[in-house]
């Protein structure tokens, strides 16, 4: 079992920036692909981002190409997703989650194993 929990989220108005991490649990986190996805209201939960075990490759949605960038640093066990620019469609609880698996282009959530708590991030216009 691993645990995830996320941090950073808050308000933000439009053109700004925000920084996402999110902790693991446990001495194995190398061991997973790690992924951000975000939910708004009245929508599915989305794929935004996936970072591999080494940090080499990595994904990102097409509404996030360029303004978000996603890393980790393994000997902290976190995952962190940087996101400039914002958009207010970009207001979500955003979610980090760990796949046993490899990477995947817009991966769906059933492929992944663990997940966080969430954070939100609304972002004013």
């Known amino acids: 079992q691993v645990q995830l929990v996320e941090s950073g989220g808050g308000l933000v108005q439009a053109g700004g920036s925000l920084g996402l991490s999110c902790a693991a649990s446990?001495?194995?986190?190398?061991?997973?692909?790690m992924g951000w996805f975000r939910q708004a209201p009245g929508k599915e939960r989305e794929f935004v981002s996936v970072i591999s075990r080494s940090g080499g490759i990595t994904y990102y949605a097409d509404s996030v190409k360029g303004r978000f960038t996603i890393s980790r640093d393994n000997a902290k066990n976190t995952v962190y997703l940087q996101m400039n620019s914002l958009k207010p469609e970009d207001t979500a609880v955003y979610y980090c989650?760990?796949?046993?698996?490899?990477?995947?282009?817009?991966?769906?959530?059933?492929?992944?194993?663990?997940w966080g708590q969430g954070t939100q991030v609304t972002v004013s216009s």
């Open positions: 989650a760990a796949d046993l698996g490899g990477v995947a282009r817009n991966a769906r959530p059933v492929d992944y194993d663990y």
């Open positions: 446990g001495r194995t986190f190398s061991s997973y692909t």
